[in-house]
Each structure stands twice: as structure tokens, then as C-alpha cells.
């Protein structure tokens, strides 16, 4: 494993640098195909609607995949990233248009943990809604 | 109808293991718009001390959403399918999933209970090679909206 980030470098406060994430149908349609997961209301706006939904909505476990991009990024080596879990509060809708939606993720250090490790929090708000609760990991650190 | 308290503690044995390629790897990493060199190139991975590209943090839930479909959609247990969200997830790495790698999941029933007249249903997946090496234990959580009511 090897993080570019040192331990002694890091406090609680410390800020991960903040990225945006642009979700549109196709990102939804090659995410599917990737992970097996084809639930229609993740690619068919008529199904999507028909339970409730106010139109196709983004696999939560895309933006999982996305939000952690600010953790991976940051630590240099994604093999640090020893812990993650969210949970899912709020649906991301993916319009049919050529902007989609913009997934906005932002961390934090939260605690200093043992073993030169720290717990990171993370933020994630799409529309200003945020959609992911307890965004949470633990990150190996050099 | 509530789900039935008595599936807490029970396991699902692996499906066939599941055989990790680096071409799995890249198509998963271009879906999720990641260009990091660990998850395309072995030699950047060796450069970060890894004997082969590695996945990323929720790779594993391709391996582990197969194996907990046979919870999710076991007969006996009856959860509702068409009314199944995602509630949490999570991952807690022994090491990283990399190509090559043979993975089994086992999974448990961990938690049963209904909130708000949702069924909430924990399942706890312990992910490994077929040699038996701990890779990591994925948690997640479904929700089935509404089956519960009645429950008080």
C-alpha cells in the first residue's frame, strides 16, 4: 500500500479536495451493464415514474462508486481506503437531456484512529438535496 | 406481513466463485468515470506494491449482490422484490479485491426488523478467495417500503 499522504500532514478539520460528478443516462446505462444491475427504474423513465419516482434515478451504488473518487483521489493508492459505507437518504433523478444531474461530493477528517489511519466524513448533495447519509470511511495513511 | 424473525443467524453458501479479470476491472472503472492507473495498468499497481490491478472500494458488490440475491429473492423468507430500495452499504477491506482473484461470498441474515412500516433486512456478506484468504465483509441493508404494515 502506498498513500501520498502522510499521517503527521493530516488533522481533524483536514479538508479532501471537493469534485463535482456529472451523471447522465449513459453514465446510468454503462453502470448497469458493468454491475449487473438492471432494475428498470434505473433506465426507464415510464417505469420510474409508475412507482413514484419523479423520473430515472441513478444506481445509489453509482454514486457510492463516485463519492468515493474523493477519498481515492486524495490518498493516492484506492487499497487505502479500508472501510466505507453511506447510507442511501435520498434518490439522484437523471433527467433525459444533455446536462443530467451534477453529483457534488466534498470530505473532512473527523477523528485521528490508531495505526496512522483517520476517519474521513464525506458529503454528497445533488440539486442541494443531499443524498447519501453517514458517508463515512476509514483511510490508511502514510 | 413482517418477515419472519427466524431467518436472523442463517447463511447462504457461496455461489461459484467469481473470477476477477482486469478487463472486468477497466469496464467497471470506465463506468464509473475513475481513470486511476491502479485499476488499468500493472505497472502502476506494482508501484503501489500490488501484484496486479486492483479494484475499486465497491467493486465487491458485484461479487456480493449475486450471492445475497439468493435472500432477497428465497421463497420462504417472502420479501417483496418490486418494492426493494437500497438502504446502506458498506465495505470494510482486509485487503483489495484484484484480478485474478477467485472470490466466494457467504451470506448471512443479520438483522431483521420493520421501521416505519418498512421491513428492514442486514445481510452480512463474508468475501474471500477460494483458498480461503479474508478479502472483506460487506453489509447492506434493504429496504422492502410498506410490507410491514399492520405491524403496529
Known sequence: MAATIAYSSVEVGTELPAQSFPLRRVNLVMYAGASGDFNVIHWNSRAATSVGLPDVIAHGMLTMAEAARVLTDWV??????????????????????????????SGRVTELLQDRRVRVELTATAAGDKVLGQARAVVQLA | MALDQSFVGRSYPSPEPYLVSREKIREFADAIGDQNPAY?????????????????????????SRASA???????LGLDYSRVVHGEQSFSYARPVRAGDRLVAVTTV???????????????????????EPVATVRSVVVARGTAAGEG
Open chain 1, 76 to 105: 493516492g493508492d484506492p487499497a487505502a481506503v479500508v472501510e466505507y459505507g453511506v447510507r442511501f437518504t435520498r434518490p439522484v433523478p437523471v433527467p433525459d437531456d444533455d446536462t443530467g444531474a451534477l453529483l457534488e461530493v
Open chain 2, 40 to 64: 488499468r495498468s500493472v505497472d502502476a499497481a506494482r508501484g503501489l506494491g500490488h501484484p496486479d490491478v486492483i479494484a475499486p472500494p465497491t467493486f465487491a458488490v458485484i461479487v456480493t
Open chain 2, 70 to 76: 439468493q435472500v432477497v429473492f428465497d421463497p420462504e
Open chain 2, 110 to 132: 443479520e438483522k431483521i426488523r420493520s421501521a416505519a412500516g418498512n421491513d428492514l433486512l442486514t445481510l452480512s456478506c463474508a468475501l474471500a478467495t477460494a483458498e480461503g
